[in-house]
């Protein structure tokens, strides 16, 4: 690693270089005006050697680990990906997390939305359930023909609800407190909205119920591909809305 | 090879013609050891005299802190209801799931509201001195601290432009990304000779940061052992460097200097192979989708209705299915080749043209200007040095325009040329 270790070849040095590997054999070749861009190492000491070697292999041993662990934690199912996983994980998770699939291996090809209906109390006490209201289309509006779109209307209810979506098994029910969190988090999300745009007085809401509107974007037109472009709606089941849903949003 | 041909007796198989036996092929692997050792030696040499690539690094820097700066401004409006005490997502249910991942982030440290404005706004701040090149490298650790701190807060808030942000500001602190095009370079330049006791400034930034890692420290508030042990190595390798500077001018600090080199260029080499990472999957895992086999791929999120900006424009391109699929193809073959284009200056930089091509189009058509501003700032790592020079002088020779309108300051020297500005005989080649 050292070096000095190796053949010196001197068609590879120029002659200040040359004379600078003289100088080496003296001692004190390094002193106070010594420019790190043309030291040689051979001029310097061996303790001085020895920390640089160490460097050198230390740096070359965490670059394999960092880019090996990055490496495998993006491909896909393998045998020593596998074999490793959990090792993988604890040194990727949380800060060098990464998804690199984008629009793959499929684009996403539906459009989906967000709906949602409230049951609220009226001045008479009587209870009223509301029409269902697209909470997506706000955003949709907020993103149309607006060169700077904000995260609050790209990402903010559509990854809270792919957040909701991935913390859910088959039959609707949260997976651990993911689950429960992202609950939380998508009707607060529809409170929020339902306040924010759409004038309502969320002390009147006594509960809520969100569905999803799915739609499949209709094939190019010079496709020959029959595509069923109707809506699909998967609805959830009421939800109570307590004060720990309202903390912090509520006017 | 040495069979003789059947056909005619006449013509001798080569290296079989009777009476005088060819010499001997040499073997390609002859000296092969000896410039094997010769060529390493010259990478070490390389990697530990200098911190390569001083403008391939200053404009990733300078890349990624306009796409933040730009970010926390265009949002800033929204900084409550995204980050903020007014989030769906609450101080409260951020703090029990960041409890689980251990994520970092100084944004619920406290749910007040002020904390939270300190803290989004010091994150601008140093975007702000990150983009100039103020005290880079505690510019830099900064800017990471806010990034995490903000995005962690946070983490359905964000998309792919956010992750590469999220992954750059942390491997931008380890590399010496201020050597050129800042305010550090500058001063250095002005005054070479600078005493490291006469740099209060310096000294205070030190100082200041100090108690504030204490405190965070002594609190509790930092209670992950690998950030205690980050952040306050961090902060005693800059006291060291000063250390060195100033009482051991000879082996010791040039030794030092060794280290950090290696070790920018090492964090230089993983930002090269994180980009590669990026680019090899996006377009991997492209090439076993049916989408993108037959060719309709890039039609669909065009379609989609959060991505659809410009119906218009979207409605155009979709009309015809050659473009389609040209951009389809285009997109997988450009996203699979460029991590083996590397291999060729000129198929890179060929490459490079295509990409941020792409992704200003993207950032267009899609509405993902900060996406697309990220992406670019990153593929910027691989920019050839005499593009980056020109580009340099083209902003100079701009800034000097500019500026000769106004008054002329009494004394103000145009800056002197740096000393980093004599670009290494590596770079030279691009």
Redesign the interface.
């Known amino acids: 690693m050292l070096p000095h270790d190796t053949a010196p070849e001197d068609g590879e040095r120029d002659e200040g270089q040359r004379a600078e590997g003289k100088r080496a054999l003296t001692a004190h070749a390094v002193d106070a005006v010594t420019v790190t861009e043309t030291v040689s190492l051979r001029a310097l000491s061996l303790p001085a050697r020895a920390i640089i070697a160490v460097a050198v292999g230390a740096l070359a041993a965490f670059f394999t680990w960092h880019m090996a662990a990055v490496f495998l934690f993006v491909s896909p199912s393998n045998t020593v990906r596998e074999e490793n996983f959990d090792r993988i994980r604890g040194y990727i998770y949380p800060e060098f997390e990464q998804n690199w699939k984008l629009f793959a291996p499929n684009p996403l090809q539906r459009d989906e939305a967000v709906h949602v209906r409230a049951q609220v109390t009226e001045p008479d006490g009587s209870l009223r359930t509301t029409d269902w209201i697209n909470l997506t289309a706000t955003d949709i509006d907020n993103i149309r023909h607006h060169l700077l779109p904000s995260h609050s209307a790209q990402n903010l209810l559509r990854r809270g609800w792919d957040f909701y979506d991935g913390a859910h098994d088959d039959e609707g029910r949260p997976i651990g407190e993911r689950g429960r969190l992202s609950e939380l988090y998508v009707h607060r999300i529809a409170l929020q909205r339902l306040q924010d745009e759409h004038d309502m007085d969320l002390d009147t809401v006594r509960r809520v119920q969100l569905r999803s509107a799915v739609s499949r974007v209709p094939a190019p037109e010079w496709r020959e591909e029959e595509i069923d472009t109707s809506t699909y709606y998967d609805e959830i089941d009421w939800w109570v809305v307590t004060s720990d849903d309202l903390e912090g949003i509520a006017r | 090879m040495s069979i003789p041909s059947q056909r005619t007796g006449n013509a001798p198989a080569p290296g079989a013609s009777p009476g005088a036996p060819a010499p001997a092929p040499s073997s390609p692997f002859r000296g092969l050891g000896?410039s094997f050792?010769?060529a390493?030696?010259?990478g070490?040499?390389h990697?530990?005299?200098?911190a390569l690539g001083p403008y391939q690094t200053a404009i990733v820097r300078i890349g990624f802190a306009v796409t933040v700066l730009g970010f926390l401004l265009?949002?800033w409006p929204?900084r409550h209801?995204?980050y903020g005490?007014?989030?769906?997502?609450?101080?409260?249910?951020a703090s029990?799931?960041a409890e689980?991942?251990?994520?970092?982030t100084l944004l619920l440290w406290s749910d007040s509201g002020l904390w939270f404005e300190l803290v989004y706004h010091l994150t601008i701040a140093a975007a702000v001195a990150m983009l100039l090149g103020w005290r880079t490298r505690a510019a830099t650790m900064l800017f990471m601290i806010g990034v995490?701190s903000v995005q962690?807060r946070s983490i359905?808030?964000?998309?792919?432009g956010d992750?590469v942000i999220?992954?750059m500001s942390?491997y931008l602190v380890l590399t010496r990304c201020g050597q050129v095009w800042s305010l550090d370079a500058r001063r250095r330049a002005r005054r070479p000779d600078l005493e490291p006791t006469e740099d209060r400034v310096g000294i205070a930034l030190w100082a200041v940061l100090g108690v504030a890692l204490l405190a965070a420290l002594v609190t509790g508030s930092v209670d992950s052992w690998i950030w205690s042990l980050f952040l306050g190595g961090m902060w005693l390798v800059h006291g060291y460097w000063w250390l060195i500077r100033r009482y051991a001018?000879?082996?010791p600090r040039?030794?030092s200097?060794?280290?950090a080199?290696?070790?920018h260029n090492?964090a230089l080499?993983?930002i090269m192979?994180?980009v590669c990472?990026?680019y090899a999957?996006?377009g991997w895992?492209?090439i076993?989708?049916?989408?993108?086999q037959d060719g309709?791929?890039?039609?669909?999120?065009m379609?989609?209705?959060?991505f659809?900006?410009?119906?218009e424009v979207s409605e155009l391109l979709?009309?015809?299915?050659m473009v389609?699929m040209a951009l389809s193809y285009g997109t997988v073959i450009v996203q699979v080749a460029f991590p083996f284009a590397l291999l060729n200056r000129r198929a890179k930089n060929i490459l490079l043209v295509l990409m941020m091509g792409e992704h200003i189009g993207i950032a267009?058509l899609m509405?993902?200007?900060f996406f697309s501003l990220a992406m670019i700032a990153m593929d910027a790592v691989f920019l050839p040095t005499a593009f980056l020079l020109w580009m340099g002088a083209r902003a100079t020779g701009l800034r000097a325009r500019l500026t000769r309108r106004r008054p002329a300051p009494p004394e103000a020297p145009p800056a002197p040329a740096p000393a980093e500005q004599r670009s290494p005989a590596w770079a030279a080649k691009g």
């Open positions: 000896r050792d010769a390493l030696a010259r070490l040499g990697v530990t005299r200098r265009h949002e929204n209801l995204m005490q007014d989030s769906a997502w609450s101080f409260d249910m029990r799931f689980n991942s251990g994520a970092f995490l962690n359905f808030m964000g998309d792919g992750n999220h992954l942390m001018p000879g082996e040039v030794v200097d060794i280290v080199n290696l070790v090492a080499l993983v192979a994180e990472v990026i999957t996006a895992y492209k076993q989708g049916s989408r993108w309709t791929a890039v039609y669909y999120p379609n989609l209705d959060y659809n900006v410009w119906p979709s009309s015809s299915g389609i267009l509405g993902l200007p």
